[in-house]
């Protein structure tokens, strides 16, 4: 079932209105409606030294979705879009072993306005709540309440976004950057996560030189948390750069450089201060090619800065690695994955398009320094001076029987740098996921 079409004339209607986008009878073209339900699960095995033994983890989501479309004589377009539902956790590592939700996941509205300020301009708005990113992807890549506006012209790109995060349910916020939110990300009397203004204006000018593109970026980020002794509080600035675009005269290689500066307050425990100047820096090149079948190659490089009073804070916690995925922080990373669709040309499209890869990750520190920030602590050696942690082999297969089932098998071994590392164990993570759709 995969939902229904048809003229919601009463909901469209009051869409239209909070939108702006009233318009005279006639004026609308074309209406759409949609909707259906959709399953995710995954189950999860995790073996490393900081665990007695192998511990299992599940969840499942299961959530409703309804959208509406709209299309104006004028070329405006307006799109609304909701999903929420139940979500369900499982962990042997925790106190509390279940966890029952429901939880909004998407509230967004989106309006179109092509040719809006003359030939070749557009102007997108969108509010609600919905995903949020940098255009790194490493800073800020997380749901949160606002809004934001991308104005286009041929030559220059213009987006303002400003968004709230402490309406999110706290199981479900991913926001740690301070000791006290993670110290309330176990607590069940705290009902929403940490509550944070982010801010971000960014510049595009697309193809710039010889199809390069540059974008210019500030991202700001406000802690709301009331100032005490007891707890600590964080404000930070990112302001970056990022260049992109083919790599001439090779067909299907493209790449992405990027530098972001972080500046920040902390203001601590009992009272005191300090300043912190960090620095995130990445590289990365891609590779598609399809007669190959459909081959990928990936080779990225990131650095982000740990020593004494320039450790690198993300908003967010961005994903580092799979069975070893430590806090970007005074860390290096190094990383190679090769994909492909061994059975392309075969004449089921369900095994045409089943995908294997395989992703290596070395792990190093950024700065051995006395003081440097430490690399999840509970598990590697402060006395260790080490700037190698170790590596990790990722193996992936993704599987599609039909368009509503979506099967993924993912297994991944970190092999630790013995002198690094409490105890020279290998980590093991083990997931399957399940999706499916109505």
Do not use: C
Request: glycine residues 8%.
């Amino acid at each position: 079932m995969k939902g229904r079409r048809g003229r919601p004339s009463i909901v469209f209607a009051f869409v239209v209105l909070t939108a702006g986008l009233a318009a005279p009878p006639g004026l609308v073209t074309a209406q759409e409606f949609d909707w259906g339900v959709s399953s995710d699960s995954s189950t999860n095995l995790r073996d490393d030294p900081r665990r007695d033994d192998a511990e299992l983890q599940q969840l499942l989501r299961v959530s409703l979705w309804v959208e509406l479309h709209g299309e104006f004589r004028d070329d405006r377009t307006i799109r609304f879009t909701t999903e929420g539902g139940y979500r369900f956790e499982y962990d042997q590592d925790e106190d509390e072993d279940t966890l029952h939700i429901l939880n909004l996941d998407t509230l967004r509205l989106r309006a179109g306005f092509p040719l809006l300020l003359g030939p070749g301009s557009s102007l997108d708005v969108t509010a609600g709540r919905f995903r949020f990113r940098d255009p790194t992807g490493r800073i800020w890549n997380h749901t949160a309440d606002g809004a934001s506006f991308e104005l286009r012209f041929p030559r220059w790109w213009l987006q303002g976004a400003g968004a709230y995060t402490g309406l999110l349910l706290n199981e479900v916020s991913d926001i740690r950057m301070t000791p006290t939110d993670s110290d309330e990300q176990s607590d069940s009397d705290q009902y929403f996560g940490p509550q944070r203004a982010i801010g971000l204006v960014r510049v595009r000018l697309p193809e710039l030189i010889e199809r390069q593109s540059l974008t210019a970026f500030a991202l700001l980020q406000f802690d709301l948390r009331d100032r005490d002794d007891e707890e600590e509080t964080l404000n930070t600035q990112y302001y970056g750069l990022q260049l992109d675009g083919p790599v001439e005269p090779v067909r299907g290689l493209y790449y992405d450089v990027f530098g972001a500066a972080a500046l920040g307050r902390l203001e601590e425990e009992g009272g005191g201060e300090s300043d912190i100047t960090a620095g995130l820096y990445g590289a990365r090149l891609r590779y598609f090619r399809e007669r190959l079948r459909f081959s990928r190659i990936l080779l990225e490089w990131l650095h982000a800065s740990g020593s004494r009073e320039q450790e690198f804070v993300a908003i967010n916690a961005p994903s580092t690695g799979f069975a070893f995925s430590p806090t970007l922080s005074n860390l290096m990373i190094a990383t190679l994955g090769y994909s492909l669709r061994p059975f392309s040309t075969a004449a089921s499209p369900a095994l045409a398009a089943v995908q294997t890869g395989l992703t290596a990750r070395s792990f190093m520190r950024s700065s051995v320094e006395t003081g440097a920030a430490a690399v999840m602590p509970e598990a590697t050696d402060a006395a260790d001076d080490s700037r190698y942690l170790g590596t990790e082999l990722e193996l992936r297969l993704a599987v599609r029987p039909t368009s509503e089932l979506g099967l993924v098998f993912t297994n991944a071994v970190f092999f630790p740098n013995d002198d690094a590392f409490l105890e020279s164990d290998r980590w093991y993570r083990g997931r399957f996921e399940l999706s499916l759709g109505f």
